[in-house]
Each structure stands twice: as C-alpha cells, then as structure tokens.
C-alpha cells in the first residue's frame, strides 16, 4: 500500500491554518454583573420613562425592583398587595398619565417598609422609602 505523503502533508497544513484562524478569534467579553438595583436604575433611563413624572416614576421604579426580586410578578398584584388599591390601578396611573394619589404612595412605603426585614438588600429599600417619606411631604407642603 503506498501512502500519499504530499497529501498528508497538505491535510496537516490545512489543519494548522485552521486552527491558527482559531485561535485569532476572540472570545465574547462577559457582562459585568450588575445588582437588581442597578438594572432597576439603568432601566429606567430608557426614553419610555423619561416622561413620567416624579411620583409616577418613584412607583413604576419600585415595580421594576420587586419584579426583578421576583416578590411580585404583575401590575395588578403590585396594584392589590403593595398600593392597596383595585388590579387596574398602576395600570391606570400609566396609561392615562395620572398622578397616584398620596394614600397609594403611603401605601407603597408602608408595605416597602414591612418588607424591609425580610431583604438582604436593605439600602436600596431604604433609599426608596426615604424617597416616598420625601415625596409624600413635598406634595402635602403644595396644599398649605
């Protein structure tokens, strides 16, 4: 039996080119990893919620953070268990541009703070209830 020794020899060469090819290729970079808090905050920055306004936003802002804590999974148990208000309600706020009304933000920082004890990221929480407490003042001052 004779063996071809030039077409080997090509197969090798062709074998270590791909293979060069190979190794020029980069791998992908991984993402860093980011906190809930984080992708809450970067998400928000999206053009869709620059419109809202600021106690709107406080609350789509505390959805997002207990949606991506999976501690609620739809706007009407957000709407039901942490404003304390009927299923459509947050739903309303977003579609018609409403302001919520100040009873449904105490709400909110009222169930934010209950919940607190149970968090591991407590910081976060903490600088939303201190955001609702802020907001809350800001627009009982508007009526004296």
Not at 32 to 38: F, G, H, L, R, T
Not at 89 to 94: C, D, S
Not at 98 to 124: A, E, K, T
């Amino acid at each position: 039996m004779l063996v071809d020794l030039d077409a080997i020899s090509e197969n090798l060469n062709r074998i270590k080119d791909k293979l060069g090819e190979a190794k020029r290729i980069v791998p992908p970079q991984k993402k860093p990893i980011k906190s809930v808090d984080e992708e809450v905050d970067e998400e928000l920055e999206k053009p869709y919620y620059k419109y809202q306004e600021e106690d709107t936003r406080f609350i789509t802002k505390c959805y997002k953070y207990l949606r991506k804590l999976g501690i609620v999974e739809s706007q009407y148990q957000f709407s039901e268990q942490f404003l304390n208000k009927n299923k459509y309600y947050f739903g309303m706020i977003l579609c018609e541009q409403r302001h919520p009304s100040i009873d449904s933000i105490h709400n909110l920082i009222r169930n934010l703070s209950d919940l607190n004890d149970g968090l591991v990221n407590r910081m976060y929480l903490e600088r939303l209830y201190e955001e609702g407490q802020a907001m809350i003042t800001n627009r009982l001052l508007r009526y004296f």
